[in-house]
């Protein structure tokens, strides 16, 4: 059994300036359609709250820019389906193991959605 730990919700004193200005880019990439970003902030903000989500947004963007200049790559969207899709993959291998648990064999078959 996996015991929860607690973590720290505060952010660490930095440069204040960047942090306005990620809050900011936070705030327009929850504005567009269809987005990985907008999917993390909705996702997010139930839980969370409008303005930690927006933190917590602004803190992956600053990650994004880092990797994307540190490795010269182009940024790659994954879209608005990806946190859906990883937590139903997720879900899908917790019950599975849960009903291992209690003694059931399940076969598993993907349907189509209608």
């Excluded at 730990?5 to 306005?20: A, F, I, P």
């Excluded at 303005?51 to 917590?56: H, Y």
């Excluded at 540190?70 to 937590?87: A, H, I, Q």
Aim: aromatic share 8%.
């Amino acid at each position: 059994m996996r015991v929860q730990v607690k973590k720290s919700s505060r952010t660490t004193h930095g440069d204040k300036y960047l942090k306005t200005l990620l809050v900011q880019c936070a705030w327009a990439a929850t504005r567009t359609k269809g987005t990985y970003l907008r999917g993390k902030y909705d996702s997010l903000v139930v839980r969370r709250g409008k303005k930690r989500a927006l933190i917590a947004v602004g803190h992956k963007i600053l990650i994004a820019a880092y990797f994307i200049l540190k490795d010269k790559t182009p940024y790659k969207e994954l879209g608005y389906e990806f946190l859906e899709n990883r937590n139903k993959d997720h879900k899908i291998k917790r019950h599975l193991k849960m009903l291992r648990e209690l003694g059931v064999e399940v076969a598993v078959k993907e349907t189509t959605a209608a």
